[in-house]
């Protein structure tokens, strides 16, 4: 009989988000009449159409599709098609990243390679991971039975872990903007995680799916803004948020030619050529068509178009801020994210909280529990909803909470 991974076994039952819907579900089979009466504020999924420029290069790319003499097979190495690599190194370079096309692999998205990214990493390393966190940096690293450690984000320091010199660690997750909870790290905290991993030969798994939403100047965009992150860290990116790309399924990482560390044997290895090695054999590329549309993403256009959208979604989080001003609720996010990661009123617990809104005032919002010991008492809202929506949302939380 084959063995499994027993890994698994350690892990919650089910996703965060499978428990959320399990509760809905079961409101909504013993309250049919409330059904559409339910606002949807906790998934972070977008809902404005993909932008037109996009659209129209995605069909040309089809089209090209349908044609012998422009007909694409396999991709020759699954890292990206040239003309998608270069557009993203230019966009690096447009805010001052030093990234080149050659440092650049095209994934199917964020999700997938900061889960798939530590295939090529000993079980044996250390992992640390900011608790509040984004569930996949936990569960791919504990299925592989690696020791993962926390590194705090809480109300005390704004939610922005603190490096800890006493603490060693191989591998660390780090996410700004941050989800859950949308606090961002400024170049000066960003340094000092820059500076930790370099005196403890670690390697950064940064996480910037959010930096389209970047609106303080203070706040990098990337990493590779920071001296010495050129040797100490991998960049995962996505146009899920950035571009509405969650159903299109488009992303990139970023691997610096410096980025090496030394075998068992002595040897000095490359980890932009481990992940290569690992992608060639477990990933055949993202599709033409939506490679092209990726590419149009980066034009002129397609960032005028693209920043539209953000800004909507930048105003709801707006009219969300507002709410919470007005209740005296304290929070973070909003400003560089997509996210208000809220106190708990009334010292509520966070699935207490998810519990009310939901029955009382029919908004569903993501338990702060769900994300580590340190979103006991927090909630999370996503401003991605439809505009008429997120302020019949907030009315009905400040009436309910005003009484």
Request: glycine residues 8%; proline residues 4%.
């Amino acid at each position: 009989m084959p063995k499994v991974n027993e890994n698994f076994l350690k892990l919650e039952k089910n996703y965060l988000f499978i428990n959320i819907a399990k509760k809905i579900n079961a409101y909504i089979s013993e309250n049919p009449d409330k059904k559409d009466n339910i606002i949807r504020m906790g998934i972070g999924d977008v809902t404005l159409p993909i932008a037109p420029c996009v659209v129209e290069a995605v069909k040309k790319g089809a089209e090209e599709m349908g044609v012998k003499e422009t007909f694409k097979g396999y991709e020759d190495s699954g890292a990206g098609y040239d003309f998608l690599k270069e557009a993203v190194a230019e966009y690096y370079q447009s805010f001052g990243a030093d990234v080149k096309p050659s440092e650049v692999r095209i994934s199917d998205g964020a999700k997938s390679d900061c889960g798939n990214i530590v295939d090529i990493f000993s079980d044996d390393n250390v992992v640390l991971i900011t608790d509040p966190a984004y569930p996949v940096y936990v569960d791919s690293n504990l299925m592989n039975g690696r020791k993962v450690i926390y590194a705090d984000c809480t109300e005390e320091n704004g939610f922005c872990a603190v490096p800890d010199y006493n603490v060693h660690a191989d591998m660390i997750y780090l996410c700004s903007p941050n989800n859950p909870t949308g606090a961002a790290f400024n170049r000066e905290q960003l340094k000092a995680w820059v500076d930790y991993a370099t005196e403890k030969n670690a390697i950064i798994i940064y996480d910037a799916a959010y930096e389209a939403f970047i609106t303080e100047d203070n706040i990098p965009r990337s990493i590779f803004e920071i001296d010495g992150a050129k040797k100490c860290a991998i960049e995962i990116c996505s146009l899920s948020k950035t571009a509405g790309f969650t159903g299109m399924r488009c992303g990139y990482t970023v691997i610096p030619e410096e980025l090496e560390v030394v075998a068992s044997d002595g040897t000095v290895v490359s980890i932009s050529q481990l992940w290569g090695r690992r992608q060639g054999s477990k990933f055949n590329g993202v599709s033409y068509p939506v490679q092209c549309g990726a590419k149009a993403v980066f034009t002129q256009e397609g960032q005028e178009q693209i920043k539209e959208n953000i800004r909507y979604y930048q105003e709801n989080a707006r009219i969300i801020a507002q709410t919470l001003d007005k209740l005296g609720i304290w929070y973070t996010g909003g400003i560089n994210s997509p996210y208000i990661w809220l106190k708990c009123p009334n010292g509520m617990g966070s699935w207490e909280f998810f519990d009310y809104l939901l029955k009382e005032a029919n908004v569903v919002g993501t338990p702060g529990e769900g994300f580590g010991k340190n979103g006991k008492g927090f909630f999370r809202l996503t401003s991605f909803g439809d505009r008429e929506k997120t302020k019949i949302a907030m009315q009905r939380i400040e009436k309910l909470l005003s009484e």
